[in-house]
């Protein structure tokens, strides 16, 4: 919004607590719209994608795996963070091809979303994948992952049913309904043979 200065908090003094090999923990003293302090503790976070891969037949790729803090595992469109100084979209095709063997002949750019605004500075960019080309997984040493493939109609089902909580999954599955229903836009790109992985 044009002015947005009565609700602005500004940063008067950070203090960094933790810094892992991609998360880091802050706790920043802020000044607040009406002049009293505050403090506010946060994850700092490069950010990351995530993929909705489309099968010709229909089907979705998701992939299911073991959430640590959580103690669960879940279903979700293939995701991963970007490391420092990546573009979306070569992330988006890493991410996709290791977690499934899947590269995609065309892309589109979904939305940016913020899973977690009120703790975390880490967006999510959803793009969408089709003219998929199967090939072997590419998994990270310690990376243990299940694919799977389902309809738009059972995936919307498991939601219904309060199985799907990935909320990037949800968003997503939400995106492709508006797109097939002709509701949002998607402006497919071809991605060139030589940029093929």
Known sequence: MADDDHLIERATGDS????SGFLELRVDTVLLPDGS????????HNGAVAVV?????GRLVLVRQYRYPLARVLLEFPAGKLEVGEEQLPCARRELQEETGYV???WAFGGEIH?????SSES?????????VPG??????GEFVETVTLTVAELVDLSGRGELTDVKTQIALCWLQSWQAGVRTLNWQPLPAAASL
């Open 136 to 141: 072997p997984a590419r998994l990270d040493p």
């Open 37 to 44: 302090r505050a403090t506010r503790e946060y994850l700092r």
């Open 115 to 119: 899973n977690a605004a009120a703790y």
């Open 16 to 19: 960094q607590l933790l810094h």
């Open 124 to 132: 999510i960019w959803i793009w969408f994948a089709r003219g998929l």
């Open 104 to 106: 995609a002949r065309e």
């Open 53 to 57: 891969p489309l099968l010709d037949d």
